[in-house]
Each structure stands twice: as structure tokens, then as C-alpha cells.
T-cell receptor, first 119, second 115 residues
Framework: AQKVTQAQTEISVVEKEDVTLDCVYE???????LFWYKQPPSGELVFLIR??????QNEISGRYSWNFQKSTSSFNFTITASQVVDSAVYFC????????????????FGKGTKLSVKP | ETGVTQTPRHLVMGMTNKKSLKCEQH?????MYWYKQSAKKPLELMFV???????ENNSVPSRFSPECPNSSHLFLHLHTLQPEDSALYLC??????????????FGPGTRLTVL
């Protein structure tokens, strides 16, 4: 069965600190996708990144970076020099490539990590 | 309007009421989803529509009834709900292809309170 674990329920940092959000996943599939979404207080989930299981290269986008390690089934997310606007709940999600019906797999979400960045 | 829109943003209803949630996507996607987000559980997938056909019903009680008249619109009809159904209901859409997996785009959600 597929599962996503975000062990950190809440994290609080002071502005300009670096912070890493952990994500550990379980799947029996050899082909799968991993995602991070941000949910600000307004409620809308904002897509941040998609990574497929064949691509273990780390990715950097501005202050955001992602560390994908298949050996430990982890897909961690780091925010460098955090800002107050980064305060949100962050979700890690997993999907297989195709289900047996031929359509794309559905997203399995972790419980989320609430990040509070204080000025 | 752009992206995925949902109406209403907030809804309070009694257990005997009938109401509907509406979702509309302006992204040219062919798949739409309903999720439930409550305080005690992670995001739960409720329904999936692919090319207007329901492809997933995640053991959702019959008091929730989805409708997808076309690939741009998705409704969730509610009747005789329970207080434990109070939650944020999120709609999402994506472009499903066999060649690649494309991310889901979410609407702002409807905050539902059942009294």
C-alpha cells in the first residue's frame, strides 16, 4: 500500500532561518511521482514541485530546494532564508504512474507540516 | 476567471438541508476531483471524474452525490449531512495523459459547517 509520512506536525522558525520539511514515502511501484504542495491560510493548495522516480537529481528553485533519495524513500523540502510569507501548511504527496484501469494514479497525501515563520 | 474556482466559499447548513457545491476549471483539463479536508484526517480523495466519467468513488457515503455535466464543471450535491461532515471541500483538476503525469491544480475550497 502507498503511504506518505510527514513526521513533523508543526515547525516554528524565526525569519531568515533555514528549515527542512521531511517526507518519507512507501510504495511497491517502481514508477511513481512525488509532489509538494503549499496550503496558505486562504485554503487553496498551491503546487510547488513534481518529481518522478527516475529522476533523483536535487532541484533548486529560488529559496526552495528538494532532496530526493530513493535509498531512504525520502523527498525532503528545504526553505532557505525563510520569510513570513512562507507560513503555511506543506503537504507531500505520492502517486503511482498508472493504475490498472489505465488512468493516472491518485494522489496520496501526508498529513502536512504546519510551518510558522515569525518576524 | 482563471484556474479553478469554487462556490460558495463558506456554507452553513442544517442536517435536513440540501445544498450543492460548485467547481469550475478554466484550464482545459480533462479530469476533476473532490477532496475532503478535515481537522483530524489527511486530505481524503472522494471522487474522480475523467472525461466526465466517474472513475473513482472512495467509499463515500451516499449523502454525497457528485455530478460532472462536462469536463469544466463539477458539482457535489449534499443532503442529510451529519456534523462530522463539516470540513473544507477542495476541488482539483488535471490534464490526464498516458505519456506523463500532470499535477493537480486546486481551487480555494468550500468551508462547510453542518449544524
Amino acid at each position: 500500500a502507498q503511504k506518505v509520512t510527514q513526521a513533523q506536525t508543526e515547525i516554528s522558525v524565526v525569519e531568515k532561518e533555514d528549515v527542512t520539511l521531511d517526507c518519507v514515502y512507501e510504495t511497491r511501484d517502481t514508477t511513481y511521482y512525488l509532489f509538494w504542495y503549499k496550503q496558505p491560510p486562504s485554503g487553496e493548495l498551491v503546487f510547488l514541485i513534481r518529481r518522478n522516480s527516475f529522476d533523483e537529481q536535487n532541484e533548486i528553485s529560488g529559496r526552495y530546494s528538494w532532496n530526493f533519495q530513493k535509498s531512504t524513500s525520502s523527498f525532503n523540502f528545504t526553505i532557505t532564508a525563510s520569510q513570513v510569507v512562507d507560513s503555511a501548511v506543506y503537504f507531500c504527496a505520492l502517486s503511482d504512474y498508472l493504475n490498472y484501469g489505465g488512468s493516472q494514479g491518485n494522489l496520496i497525501f501526508g498529513k502536512g507540516t504546519k510551518l510558522s515563520v515569525k518576524p | 476567471e482563471t484556474g479553478v474556482t469554487q462556490t460558495p466559499r463558506h456554507l452553513v447548513m442544517g442536517m435536513t438541508n440540501k445544498k450543492s457545491l460548485k467547481c469550475e476549471q478554466h484550464l482545459g483539463h480533462n479530469a476533476m476531483y473532490w477532496y475532503k479536508q478535515s481537522a483530524k484526517k489527511p486530505l481524503e480523495l472522494m471522487f474522480v471524474y475523467n472525461f466526465k466519467e466517474q472513475t473513482e468513488n472512495n467509499s463515500v457515503p451516499s449523502r454525497f452525490s457528485p455530478e460532472c455535466p462536462n469536463s469544466s464543471h463539477l458539482f457535489l450535491h449534499l443532503h442529510t449531512l451529519q456534523p462530522e461532515d463539516s470540513a473544507l471541500y477542495l476541488c482539483a483538476s488535471s490534464l490526464q495523459t498516458l505519456a506523463n503525469y500532470n499535477e493537480q491544480f486546486f481551487g480555494p475550497g468550500t468551508r462547510l459547517t453542518v449544524l
